[in-house]
């Protein structure tokens, strides 16, 4: 399934497949295999996709409104809620940037003109210099592999590009917020803790300069 975003005033130049759209079909494909949702291994990563889901609806309305009504909590309790937990003080003291609308900038979706794509953004961030940073959060029940981290930076790579045309502003640094959940193999008791993993300046460049090679790769909307 190709992802696209229709963008307003650039009707000219169609709708732009989206980040992740094109690491699927460059970088992603064939590395993980097909998901059969009718297997035990294809339930568990819906699961897990659904409580990511979860997790981020959480985050999104806490962030807009600094807290969160307890009706709200209790429809998404068990493993989602625990999850949020670990990450709403971390999240709670970041400055959220708002962009020429007023708007926070959550949940944002930005484009590039120059690589042709788009995307949704977790939480774009401005530091006290006033540079951007791009936080995506993510969920797991194990640590990611180097592989799956390497897709991350290069997905966040591309969304720094993104907010730094639309802004005019330079981006600093790309966050990954995990938030993990192990379970006890005897008790069934959930572990739930936080890891941040992050880049910047060179090293921003560095992906960046390999997304626009995959993004060459794609061939369903081809860069002029």
Same mark, same amino acid.
């Given at each position: 399934?190709?992802? @696209?975003?229709?963008?307003?005033?650039? +009707? #000219?130049?169609?709708?732009?497949?989206?980040?992740?759209?094109?690491? %699927? +079909?460059?970088?992603?494909?064939?590395?993980? &295999?097909?998901?059969?949702?009718?297997?035990?291994?294809?339930?568990?990563?819906?699961?897990?996709?659904? $409580?990511?889901?979860?997790? #981020?609806?959480? %985050?999104?309305?806490?962030?807009?409104?600094?807290?969160?009504? +307890? =009706?709200?909590?209790? =429809?998404?309790? &068990?493993?989602?809620?625990?999850?949020?937990?670990?990450?709403?003080?971390?999240?709670?003291?970041?400055?959220? /940037?708002?962009?020429p609308?007023?708007k926070? @900038?959550?949940?944002?979706?930005?484009?590039?003109?120059?690589?042709?794509?788009?995307?949704? $953004?977790d939480?774009?961030?401005?530091?006290?210099?006033?540079?951007? +940073?791009?936080?995506?959060?993510?969920t797991?029940? %194990?640590?990611?592999?180097?592989?799956?981290?390497?897709?991350?930076?290069l997905?966040?790579?591309?969304?720094?590009? @993104?907010?730094?045309e639309?802004?005019?502003?330079? $981006?600093?640094? @790309? $966050?990954?917020?995990?938030?993990?959940?192990?379970? #006890?193999?005897?008790?069934?008791?959930?572990?739930?803790?936080?890891?941040?993993? %992050?880049i910047?300046?060179?090293?921003?460049?560095?992906?960046?300069d390999? /997304?626009?090679?995959?993004?060459?790769?794609?061939? #369903?909307?081809?860069?002029?």
């Amino acid at each position: 399934m190709i992802r @696209c975003y229709p963008i307003p005033g650039l +009707e #000219h130049l169609g709708p732009l497949p989206s980040v992740t759209t094109i690491l %699927s +079909e460059t970088y992603n494909k064939g590395r993980y &295999g097909k998901i059969n949702p009718n297997t035990q291994s294809g339930q568990n990563i819906q699961f897990r996709a659904d $409580v990511g889901t979860a997790v #981020h609806k959480l %985050s999104e309305i806490y962030l807009k409104g600094g807290r969160l009504p +307890e =009706s709200i909590l209790k =429809s998404f309790n &068990g493993e989602p809620k625990l999850l949020f937990e670990q990450l709403a003080p971390i999240i709670k003291g970041l400055n959220v /940037f708002r962009g020429p609308s007023g708007k926070l @900038c959550i949940e944002k979706v930005t484009y590039s003109v120059k690589l042709l794509t788009a995307g949704r $953004v977790d939480l774009v961030v401005q530091s006290p210099s006033g540079a951007l +940073e791009i936080w995506d959060l993510k969920t797991a029940g %194990s640590k990611r592999t180097k592989e799956q981290i390497h897709g991350y930076f290069l997905q966040a790579s591309a969304y720094a590009q @993104c907010m730094s045309e639309i802004t005019g502003l330079p $981006v600093s640094r @790309c $966050v990954l917020l995990f938030a993990y959940v192990n379970k #006890h193999r005897d008790t069934g008791e959930l572990n739930p803790y936080t890891e941040e993993l %992050s880049i910047e300046g060179p090293d921003i460049k560095k992906y960046l300069d390999e /997304f626009a090679e995959y993004r060459r790769q794609f061939t #369903h909307f081809q860069i002029a």
